[in-house]
């Protein structure tokens, strides 16, 4: 099983281009979330989706969009990026009784 | 969702020295689980604690949930080098969960 995997790694965008970050878990877990961490700031949730087809906004969801595909995929946009939206991206998905399993996560830079 | 505050934000320790995490609710928790994150990586679970109470141990690591529910901690018994990371608790209740901020575990050889 690979688990939860994010694509890319890694990203340096210039202010105002947009991005898809991607997301897709083979652990059929119902529930999925996109958090970004920032030093001193541990991770803050952005968006999460309780089921295929609902998404929810989390603590800090200016600036991004999200779209669950389907049970599998869960993706994050940034439609005009900003230096502020330099972060590491987790995706994580949720077995029953609240355990995630994150992905290695995107590096993003914002120039 | 609720808060959950966890203490210290940076933690020092020489190796072989103990080292405790604190994760603190002003509300009553409904669980509360624990992750470590190391250099560059990602969180990983864990254990989770459910019961008011309840003590787990994983070999050097021993996890506990307050008689209250608004309080847990993570001890780790005589630290070694590969214990290095942030740990974080993840906890709260019907209004939903969050993270702690992380304790940085730094290990000085």
């Known amino acids: 099983n690979a688990g939860v995997t994010q694509t890319p790694k890694f990203q340096v965008l210039k202010t105002g281009q947009s991005m898809t970050l991607q997301c897709a878990q083979d652990?059929?877990?119902?529930?999925m979330y996109w958090y970004r961490q920032d030093p001193g700031m541990g991770l803050r949730l952005i968006y999460y989706?309780?089921?295929?087809?609902?998404?929810d906004k989390g603590e800090v969801p200016n600036g991004y969009n999200v779209s669950r595909l389907n049970k599998r995929e869960f993706s994050l946009r940034l439609e005009s990026a900003a230096p502020s939206q330099t972060s590491v991206y987790f995706c994580?998905?949720?077995?029953?009784?609240?355990?995630?399993?994150f992905g290695a996560g995107t590096r993003l830079s914002v120039l | 969702g609720q808060q959950v505050m966890q203490i210290p934000q940076y933690q020092h320790v020489q190796e072989g020295e103990d080292f405790t995490t604190y994760c603190n609710s002003s509300?009553?928790?409904?669980?509360i689980q624990w992750y470590k994150q190391r250099p560059g990586g990602h969180p990983v679970f864990l254990i989770q604690?459910?019961?008011?109470?309840e003590v787990k141990k994983q070999k050097r690591l021993t996890f506990q949930f307050g008689e209250a529910k608004k309080n847990s901690s993570l001890h780790i018994t005589a630290t070694q080098t590969t214990d290095v990371g942030t740990y974080f608790c993840?906890?709260?209740?019907?209004?939903?969960?969050?993270f702690g901020k992380g304790t940085h575990l730094i290990i000085q050889p």
């Open positions: 994580a998905s949720e077995r029953d009784r609240n355990i995630q399993y």
């Open positions: 652990m059929n877990h119902n529930s």
């Open positions: 989706s309780a089921s295929e087809g609902t998404t």
């Open positions: 509300t009553t928790l409904s669980n």
């Open positions: 604690l459910v019961k008011s109470g």
């Open positions: 993840y906890g709260g209740g019907a209004d939903g969960l969050t």
